[in-house]
C-alpha cells in the first residue's frame, strides 16, 4: 500500500492522463522532429505526433535544456505550445510563436522531466492531461 502514496505512482498517473488528452491510435513516433543532436543519454530526447499532424509531444529530460524542433510533419498555421509537467500534471501555456517550420525552445528551469505538448490551434483539444 505505501508503494501507492510514493511520488512515482502519482506520477504515472499524470502521464497515463496525458497520453489519454490527445487521439492514442493514431500515434507515431517522429525522430525527424529534433533538429537538435545530443551526445550523451542525459539529453536525450524523444518525439511523438498524431499521424495527420494535429498534436506532437516532445519528452525533453532536463531543466533548461534548449532544443531545436522541425514543425513541417504538424499540421500548418496557428499551434499551440504547452510544458507538461510530469511531477504535477499541470500544463503551462506557451506564449512562444510555434507558426515557424524551425522552432527553438528551452525548457523550465525547475526541475527534469518535461513534455512539450504542441497542438494545431483549430482542434480544440483541452489542457494537455485533462481528460474529457
Do not use: C
Request: aromatic share 10%; charged share 25%.
Amino acid at each position: 500500500m505505501d508503494a501507492m502514496l510514493r511520488p512515482a505512482a502519482q506520477q504515472a498517473g499524470f502521464l497515463r492522463r496525458l497520453i489519454e488528452s490527445r487521439p492514442f491510435f493514431s500515434r507515431i513516433p517522429d525522430p525527424s522532429m529534433i533538429v537538435t543532436k545530443y551526445e550523451n543519454n542525459f539529453e536525450h530526447v524523444e518525439a511523438t505526433r498524431d499521424a495527420k499532424g494535429s498534436y506532437a509531444m516532445i519528452y525533453i529530460p532536463n531543466s533548461g535544456q534548449r532544443i531545436t524542433l522541425d514543425l513541417r510533419s504538424l499540421q500548418s498555421g496557428d499551434r499551440l505550445g504547452w510544458w507538461f509537467d510530469p511531477r504535477t500534471g499541470i500544463g503551462q501555456r506557451l506564449s512562444n510563436d510555434l507558426s515557424a517550420r524551425i522552432v527553438e525552445l528551452q525548457t523550465p528551469m525547475y526541475g527534469p522531466d518535461w513534455i512539450l505538448v504542441i497542438d494545431a490551434e483549430g482542434m480544440n483539444f483541452s489542457p494537455p492531461g485533462v481528460v474529457d
